[in-house]
């Protein structure tokens, strides 16, 4: 599936720029293939609009803002929040501005830190992380940067509880635990919700910011994925403590995602410093992004493209909900290559359809 090629993403919310960066003057940003400026306007609030100029194609985002306008760096003409033309410094005596001068604006929003942006009419609002706005909770804000790599490989990877052992050998991966003690899915409005237990490694930097001395433990795992590209990986410690991940694959192309996380915790920095809680989420995405930035960004949404084994259940449901929402929207899948087959219904998304017992045997 090629996310540019799918105009219902563009109906999602998605986080795009740090809010404290607009402070540094207009900043560019490609969603879903649109390029974008963003602004603080003259209320201080941000502000999004098409990053090209509609006299000469100039990118607004090379100008500057004055009085909360955007103002092209080409022939000086300025815009507002709405996408209005205001101001042309040339336009002769008596003449107005016609309204057709004015660049397409989208819906701005601002939570987690973050501008969220909706290119168009949302089927639903930016996730809502409850934890983030209760007082017993720290937000720790951790990683913004570009991943070469689809969404959807991101969201699979973090309910794919079969990997760790084999990608996270440097944190928390344990060779005794290839699979989940525990695995149950379960289908929501707009995602899925999976619950899970596994067992790991608890090296030196996690016993300290764990408050844990035992050299292996165990998580255990409410993941919810949230349509189409937010994760939130809430894991519980056997000592009470809930680290709770919030990870957004904002899609800037087919083949690029802006990777966007965030951390909620109920300790302090007096606990834990949030520089240590980086440092141990930093060495594990690092251990993803080698892997997930070797995979296919063209993901396949019928499972006879690809092979697949018991754990890979969540993902299976990932991708037959987001086939489920293209199809109520009359798209088709658009992919690279001409795909055959069709999608298969839930009854048949079996255990022994894609592993055989031997192989693994999961509690459900
Ligand atoms: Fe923007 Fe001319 S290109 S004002
Ligand atoms: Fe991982």
């Not at 540019?4 to 998605?14: E, L």
């Not at 991708?319 to 199809?327: E, N, P, W, Y």
Request: glycine share 4%; with cysteine; aromatic share 8%.
């Amino acid at each position: 599936m090629l996310v540019t090629q799918q105009p219902v993403f563009r109906r999602f919310w998605y986080p795009v720029i740090p809010l404290q960066k607009l402070s540094e003057g207009p900043q560019p940003f490609e969603l879903l293939g649109e390029p974008l400026v963003l602004w603080l306007d003259g209320e201080g609030k941000a502000a999004a609009v098409r990053d090209r100029c509609c006299h000469r194609t100039a990118k607004l985002s090379l100008g500057k803002v004055d009085n909360g306008r955007i103002c092209c760096p080409y022939h000086g003409w300025e815009f507002s929040a709405k996408g209005e033309c205001v101001k042309v410094p040339q336009l002769q005596p008596d003449c107005t501005i016609p309204a057709n001068y004015r660049v397409n604006a989208y819906r701005c929003k601002e939570r987690y830190g973050y501008v969220w942006v909706c290119l168009e009419d949302p089927l639903i609002d930016i996730p809502e992380i409850e934890e983030a706005d209760d007082l017993d909770y720290r937000l720790i804000q951790e990683f913004y940067e570009p991943w070469q790599c689809a969404g959807l490989r991101v969201m699979e990877n973090e309910l794919d509880l079969a990997h760790p052992t084999l990608v996270h050998t440097e944190t928390f991966g344990s060779e005794d635990h290839l699979i989940p003690d525990e695995l149950e899915i379960s289908e929501t409005d707009w995602g899925i919700r999976v619950f899970g237990k596994l067992g790991v490694v608890n090296p030196e930097l996690q016993q300290k910011n764990l408050k844990m001395s035992e050299g292996v433990t165990f998580r255990t795992l409410s993941m919810d994925w949230l349509m189409p590209f937010t994760i939130k990986l809430k894991i519980t410690y056997p000592n009470g403590l809930e680290h709770i991940v919030v990870n957004t694959m904002t899609p800037v192309s087919d083949r690029t995602s802006q990777m966007v996380q965030f951390c909620v915790r109920n300790d302090t920095e007096a606990d834990t410093p949030a520089a240590d809680v980086i440092a141990f989420d930093r060495a594990v995405t690092l251990e993803d992004k080698r892997i997930l930035e070797s995979t296919d960004y063209d993901v396949p949404l019928m499972p006879s493209q690809e092979e697949h084994m018991f754990t890979d259940r969540p993902g299976i449901m990932i991708r037959k909900k987001v086939a489920a929402l293209l199809k109520q929207h009359h798209e088709v899948e658009q992919s690279r290559t001409l795909r055959k087959g069709s999608f298969n219904t839930p009854s048949e998304l079996s255990i022994s359809q894609y592993t055989s017992a031997s192989v693994v045997k999961v509690a459900t």
